[in-house]
C-alpha cells in the first residue's frame, strides 16, 4: 500500500511536524520506563508519522515503512470501531479517523468537531467502546 493511500483512508486532516514530536516525547516516556513493548509501538508510531508528513509537505509516495508496519495494522484496526461510534452517534460521513479511543476524552474531543455533545460522546463510549 502506497503512503497516500494511507493517508486518506486512514488519517483525519494534516500531519504537521508537531505531531511527529508529540510522537518522539511518547516514546521518550517509554524508554524512560523501559518498557519493551511501549517502546516498541511508539517507535513504530514515530516512523508512520514521519512518513506521512513527508508525503503531505513534500509528496513522497511510496510503499509504507516495514518499520511501522505494526503501527499502520493498528491505526487500520482502530478504524473499525471508530466507524461503529460514527453510527452510534449518527454521523453519516466517510470515517477517516484512526485515533485512540480507549480514553473518552479523546472520543468527546472529535466527535465535538461534529456537534456530539459530551454526554451523547460517552454514551457513544460506553456502548460501543466498552463493550468491544
Same mark, same amino acid.
Given at each position: 500500500?502506497?503512503?497516500?493511500?494511507?493517508?486518506?483512508?486512514?488519517?483525519?486532516?494534516?500531519?504537521?511536524?508537531?505531531?511527529?514530536?508529540?510522537?518522539?516525547?511518547? $516514546?521518550?516516556?517509554?524508554?524512560?520506563?523501559?518498557?519493551?513493548?511501549?517502546?516498541?509501538?511508539?517507535?513504530?508510531?514515530? /516512523?508512520?508519522?514521519?512518513?506521512?508528513? $513527508?508525503?503531505?509537505?513534500?509528496?513522497?509516495?511510496?510503499?509504507?515503512?516495514? $518499520?511501522?508496519?505494526?503501527?499502520?495494522?493498528?491505526?487500520?484496526?482502530?478504524?473499525? /470501531?471508530?466507524?461503529?461510534?460514527?453510527?452510534?452517534?449518527?454521523?453519516?460521513?466517510?470515517?477517516?479517523?484512526?485515533?485512540?479511543?480507549?480514553?473518552?476524552?479523546?472520543? /468527546?474531543?472529535?466527535?465535538?468537531?461534529?456537534?456530539?455533545?459530551?454526554?451523547?460522546? $460517552?454514551?457513544?463510549?460506553?456502548? /460501543?467502546?466498552?463493550?468491544?
Amino acid at each position: 500500500m502506497k503512503i497516500k493511500y494511507f493517508s486518506e483512508e486512514y488519517t483525519h486532516g494534516k500531519t504537521y511536524f508537531k505531531d511527529i514530536i508529540a510522537e518522539v516525547k511518547e $516514546l521518550f516516556d517509554e524508554i524512560i520506563k523501559y518498557d519493551k513493548e511501549g517502546i516498541k509501538e511508539e517507535f513504530a508510531d514515530v /516512523v508512520v508519522f514521519i512518513q506521512i508528513w $513527508l508525503w503531505g509537505r513534500f509528496g513522497l509516495n511510496g510503499n509504507l515503512w516495514k $518499520l511501522g508496519r505494526s503501527s499502520f495494522n493498528k491505526f487500520i484496526k482502530r478504524r473499525k /470501531v471508530w466507524e461503529q461510534i460514527y453510527q452510534y452517534v449518527g454521523i453519516k460521513q466517510k470515517c477517516t479517523i484512526c485515533k485512540n479511543y480507549v480514553k473518552p476524552y479523546k472520543i /468527546v474531543r472529535h466527535l465535538k468537531e461534529f456537534g456530539i455533545s459530551e454526554k451523547r460522546s $460517552l454514551e457513544a463510549y460506553q456502548k /460501543v467502546v466498552k463493550k468491544s
